[in-house]
C-alpha cells in the first residue's frame, strides 16, 4: 500500500513548480504593496510584512541560477514555513504565478525527470503531466540565511 503525502503545487511559472508537502507551507497571501524590494542577492529579492514578522521573499529561479520572471496581476506570495524552526528565520516566501494547486501525491504518482543538479534542488518531477520541483529546504534555509546579513 502506498501512503498518500498531502502536497501543495506553487506555480513558479508557466512551465515550473514547485511541490511541497502541505504542512510545510504556512499561508499563501496575494502580493502586496508592503513588500520592501532591495537588491536580489543571488534569488533573495526582498522582505514582506506578514503577522508582524519580517519574512525574506525569494525567487527559488533565481536561488537556481534562472532568470527572475516578470510577475503578473495574479501573482502571490507562498509563506513557508523552515524546516530548522530556527527563531531567527522561521520562514521563508516565494513569489508565486497564481493559485497553488492541493495534490495528493503517491510514490506511484511521481515520475522522476532529468534536471540541471543543484544543491537546493532535491529532485526533478513530473506530476500527471506537470514538470515540478522538489526543493531542498534544508539547504535553502542556510542560503537565505548568509543573504540576509
Known amino acids: ?49 506578514w503577522r508582524g514578522r519580517s519574512v525574506p521573499l525569494v525567487s527559488y529561479e533565481a536561488t537556481i541560477g534562472q532568470a527572475i520572471p516578470s510577475y503578473g496581476r495574479e501573482a502571490c506570495i507562498a509563506v513557508v514555513f523552515t524546516p530548522s524552526g530556527d527563531a531567527s528565520l522561521p520562514y521563508i516566501a516565494f513569489n508565486i504565478q497564481g493559485s497553488p494547486k492541493l495534490i495528493d501525491l503517491t510514490d506511484a504518482d511521481i515520475v522522476s525527470v532529468e534536471g540541471e543538479e543543484h544543491a537546493l534542488v532535491s529532485s526533478y518531477i513530473e506530476v500527471d503531466g506537470t514538470k515540478a520541483i522538489i526543493p531542498n529546504l534544508q539547504a535553502l534555509e542556510p542560503f537565505v540565511k548568509m543573504r540576509l546579513n
Request: charge should be positive; proline fraction near 4%.
Open 1 to 49: 500500500m502506498n501512503d498518500v503525502v498531502k502536497c501543495t503545487m506553487l506555480p513558479l511559472s508557466k512551465e515550473q513548480n514547485l511541490v511541497l508537502p502541505n504542512s510545510s507551507l504556512a499561508e499563501v497571501v496575494k502580493n502586496r504593496s508592503d513588500m520592501l524590494v532591495m537588491g536580489a542577492r543571488e534569488g533573495v529579492i526582498g522582505k514582506i510584512q
